[in-house]
């Protein structure tokens, strides 16, 4: 007997809460077992009304029979099976699997903290505070937050209201708004939760996770339910499920808005149940506020959660292939997030394409999955038919024999980014092309794909760390090698340990079903622009509209076709910035010009470059090798032997692929002559020896490092001071800097007359472009690229930024053991930053002017660096310079930022790779990313400050301790 649970009336709901009825056999139930009585709650036990759907409903005191006409009703089918343990799937996922929007943008999160944004920030002025213009976003937080507390709203769900709402671009102000409401305990609630849905928002998960499950489950639930289920889904906390399902039982959450993104994170979770009761518990509450908005979103989930319901239960089955048969996969674009279900036409050439390699086989006989048994749905009956009249349009030169007799091929139709949730018969054959990188709510990718898929690769694309994980990389392992569209693709599955070749772009043989005897467009035609302004003498045609989404696979298909036979016979000349308009349209013969965007786009290389023999030689390699695995597919040989098939028709592919990868990459230079630069700035040096020193027998010289221009000399002083203030050995200061002059010197010496100064103009040192420059820091941080030469008389250094404060003796840190590593520093924690070749995609989008330098920095990344590597934040680093002067750093390394456009931390990450020593988080403490509780160097990366008088921010009271220490020297 399963058991039961009610929640306990007037409490808050929480594991504690609980009151759980069960027989006497399990009456010791422990309440930390809720995680299966909340479970079985969840479950369907028909012909009885789901438990937790009930109490929704009575808690909302909306009864069933006021429902809208969009509700989904409570399904009266066969009894299904008991929900597993709620949270088994999400522990069952990899760690990080769950991507970020804020990934995809380039260096920094808008308006956030940017996790590696080190060094000196926007200018400070000294020693009065100039009042800055107050942003118009922040002005419009303000005065939404104004306008939120004279209507009586509290004031925790005003700030979370207002910092849920507000532009990005206030970030920043309602950051330190909420660091100060934090840091009072008569607010900290408002000031914690507005902080944790700041930090989600700007792509720090698990900051945004450690402050929303700090805060008591009943204010989570009544401030940010949604993101608080969403943080812990990341974090892998089966008890956001637990209380989140809760809030839904109980009520607690009754905004329909709210609710949707309850039921989103719940199916993202693979927990269809609770998926289910959030939406049916939004439905009803749109009765007494309807929303058309939110109706047709809520409609267009549902068939989505039953769907998963049906998978997860197991009361949906896959068809029976009949013996003798051939199952295969058609990919569709379908998803239960609207935003990346695909309404791009281009999606369904590609399925065309990768259609036409079956196709071309004579004797196959196509049959929808399910069809011999009655089974089969009607859209699937649908789809089968359009792809019979591709069949009827293969071209006899692209023919080749089928198996005597023929075969029959059940064809059944799996979603490219959510296959998990499809039925797939046993056994199923798939084209696996294109990209898996559209991910779920913002939550999961789908991929490895269902286990009853057997693809043959080819066509591939990756660029997003995020998708491979350690069980994808084996997942690509197992089913290789992977013919790959692009070779960007090609080094970083070769990196991976992947068996990887170029196969290029499966559009290219979409002319297979195109015959050649067609009428082309006559003279004076108008030209096609497609997806580019279009001019006087043509027409504007996009390939993404809202309709693709909505229409069946079947509909697609026969639209795609429509398209691209009219680009041949319709218009004289296609123009286009997309890749999937300009390969098919070369394919079958159309006039194209290619314009894209970016001729430095990674994910097209060796694809924009290629020449018009390039292209051709491309569909030959992929007509010849795809072949040699679909004859033995159709000819129903065994899963080995149809991939040892494969692995015999690419091995000279592979071996030329591993050929490229490991051609040395011409050596980087630029325009500056580094040694000479290093030599003029060497000879700048002056040394102001401390007039009190403080006696050798407290221990050895702590060396430390920074890098400022004129904009942070007062920011210089309480740097030094904290330093001096905490650490009781000598120190030697080595300010590398510009717009300074003799009376810095002096100022520093007086204040500072146990430290010796060693001082370095830069002033004249210029590194070119450097596209990766962040916002807040200024050229002065690129300076300390050059430590290792100038430096030539110091064995190692601690390099510390402006921006952060000693507060703990330095000598701790200066004696860490570097075991023969270059350098210690923290690795980064935020998602959008921790992977290096992450990193490093990012900084190519940056290269649109130069297509060779994205590539080369991509192989030397790939070359040097194993796949998975961390990148570090820079911000405090003990360097090892005599190992860096070993490896000829400044020589090599100074040139990458001219060509490459990488500011100084991308150098030093691009250098080191994962040779060095993870300092413990202690040493670089950053108030605005984590939960800072025993610092011993505090760091504020990103762009609010502690000297910024206009703004709070947490531990700002450590640096103003400093200022008054200074003050007492003056």
């Not at 012909?47 to 399904?75: F, G, M, Q």
């Not at 090798?625 to 899963?639: D, E, K, N, P």
Request: glycine share 6%; aromatic share 6%; with cysteine.
């Amino acid at each position: 007997m399963p058991l039961s649970f009610r929640p306990v009336p007037d409490s808050e709901p929480g594991l504690d809460d609980v009151d759980v009825v069960a027989p006497d056999d399990v009456a010791e139930a422990d309440a930390a077992e809720f995680g299966q009585v909340l479970a079985d709650a969840l479950a369907i036990d028909a012909p009885a009304p789901d438990t937790l759907a009930a109490s929704a409903v009575d808690a909302l005191a909306a009864p069933a029979v006021d429902a809208p006409e969009h509700a989904v009703p409570v399904a009266d089918a066969a009894p299904l099976a008991p929900a597993a343990v709620l949270g088994d799937a999400l522990l069952a996922r990899e760690p990080w699997a769950a991507p970020t929007w804020a990934s995809d943008r380039p260096f920094k999160v808008p308006g956030g903290d940017a996790e590696g944004a080190e060094g000196p920030a926007a200018p400070a002025e000294a020693p009065a505070p100039v009042v800055k213009p107050v942003p118009a976003a922040t002005t419009a937080a303000d005065l939404a937050l104004a306008a939120a507390l004279r209507r009586g709203l509290p004031l925790d769900e005003a700030v979370v209201a207002v910092v849920r709402d507000a532009d990005k671009a206030a970030s920043a102000d309602l950051r330190a708004l909420c660091h100060g409401l934090a840091d009072q305990p008569a607010t900290r609630t408002a000031g914690v939760v507005g902080s944790g849905v700041l930090a989600l928002r700007s792509g720090i998960r698990d900051l945004a996770w450690d402050l929303l499950s700090s805060v008591d489950p009943a204010d989570a639930g009544r401030l940010a339910p949604a993101e608080y289920l969403r943080a812990g889904i990341a974090a892998r906390a089966v008890e956001a499920l637990h209380h989140a399902a809760l809030w839904v039982c109980d009520g607690v959450v009754a905004d329909a808005a709210t609710l949707l993104e309850l039921a989103k994170c719940f199916l993202a979770a693979d927990e269809p149940a609770a998926a289910r009761e959030a939406s049916r518990a939004a439905h009803v509450a749109l009765v007494d506020a309807p929303d058309a908005a939110l109706a047709a979103s809520l409609d267009y989930l549902d068939p989505w959660v039953e769907k998963a319901l049906g998978v997860r239960t197991g009361t949906a089955q896959a068809p029976e292939v009949p013996a003798g048969h051939v199952s295969f996969a058609v990919i569709d674009y379908k998803a239960p997030d609207e935003r990346v279900s695909s309404s791009n036409i281009g999606d369904n050439v590609q399925t065309i394409a990768s259609l036409t390699h079956l196709l071309r086989h004579e004797g196959v006989r196509l049959h929808a999955a399910g069809e011999a048994t009655g089974e089969a749905r009607a859209e699937n009956v649908e789809l089968t038919e359009a792809i019979r009249e591709l069949q009827g349009r293969v071209r006899p030169e692209h023919a080749l024999a089928g198996p005597e007799g023929g075969v029959d091929v059940d064809l059944t139709v799996v979603q490219r980014d959510v296959t998990h949730l499809d039925l797939v018969p046993e056994g199923t054959w798939m084209l696996a092309f294109g990209w898996y990188m559209h991910n779920q709510f913002d939550l999961r990718f789908d991929f490895p794909f269902h286990e009853n898929l057997q693809p043959i690769f080819v066509s591939f694309h990756v660029n997003k760390h995020a998708i491979l994980t350690p069980a994808a990389v084996e997942y690509l392992k197992a089913h290789g090698p992977i013919g790959c569209r692009d070779w960007t693709t090609v080094h970083l599955l070769l990196n991976a340990g992947v068996p990887a070749f170029f196969s290029g772009c499966l559009t290219t043989t979409v002319n297979t079903v195109f015959p050649a005897g067609y009428v082309p467009a006559g003279a004076g035609a108008p030209k096609a622009y497609v997806d580019v302004p279009a001019h006087e003498d043509g027409d504007y045609i996009t390939q993404q509209y809202p309709a693709v989404r909505g229409a069946s696979a079947a509909a697609n298909l026969r639209e795609a076709v429509r398209l691209l036979d009219s680009y041949r016979t319709h218009y004289g000349q296609v123009v286009t910035s997309r890749l999937h308009c300009f390969l098919p349209s070369w394919s079958i013969g159309a006039n194209v010009d290619f314009r894209p965007k970016n001729d430095a786009d990674i994910r097209f290389a060796g694809i924009l470059d290629a020449t018009e023999a390039d292209r051709v030689a491309m569909q030959e390699r992929i007509r010849r090798v795809v072949a040699a695995a679909m004859t033995q597919i159709l000819a129903g040989a065994s899963r080995d032997e149809v991939y040892a098939a494969w692995r015999e028709a690419v091995a000279p592919e592979v071996e030329h692929a591993r050929h490229v990868h490991a051609e040395a990459v011409p050596a980087v230079v630029g325009a500056m002559d580094v040694a000479a630069q290093v030599a003029r700035v060497r000879a700048t040096r002056t040394v102001v020896e401390a007039v009190a020193p403080r006696s050798a027998e407290a221990g050895t010289q702590v060396e430390v490092a920074v890098a400022l221009d004129g904009n942070l000399r007062s920011q210089m002083e309480v740097v030094v001071a904290g330093v001096v203030r905490n650490t009781a050995r000598p120190v030697r200061v080595h300010a590398l800097t510009r717009e300074h002059t003799g009376a810095d010197h002096a100022r520093l010496a007086a204040l500072f007359p146990e430290v010796t100064f060693e001082w370095y103009a830069c002033d004249d040192v210029d590194y070119g472009p450097v596209l990766g420059m962040l916002k807040h820091i200024t050229v002065a941080t690129m300076d300390r690229l050059l430590l290792p030469d100038l430096l030539d008389h110091v064995v190692r250094v601690i390099y510390h930024d402006l921006d952060a404060l000693t507060v703990t003796d330095l000598g701790e840190l200066f004696d860490l053991d570097l075991a023969g590593a270059p350098l210690a520093a923290r690795p980064s924690v935020s998602y959008n930053y921790r992977a290096g070749i992450g990193n490093v995609i990012r900084s190519t989008r940056l290269l649109s002017h130069d297509a060779a330098a994205a590539r080369d920095l991509v192989r030397l990344t790939t070359q040097r660096h194993h796949w998975g590597y961390r990148s570090f934040n820079a911000g405090i680093l003990l360097l090892d310079l005599a190992v860096m002067r070993a490896d000829g750093f400044t020589e090599e390394f100074v040139p990458y930022a001219e060509r490459f456009g990488l500011n100084d931390q991308d150098v030093l990450n691009q250098y080191a790779g994962s040779r060095y020593v993870p300092m413990d988080a202690r040493w670089n403490a950053w108030p605005t990313q984590e939960v800072v509780t025993d610092p011993a160097l505090i760091h504020w990366a990103g762009p609010v400050k502690p000297w910024d008088a206009q703004r709070y921010i947490h531990a700002k009271d450590a640096w103003q301790a400093a200022e008054g220490w200074l003050a007492a020297r003056r």
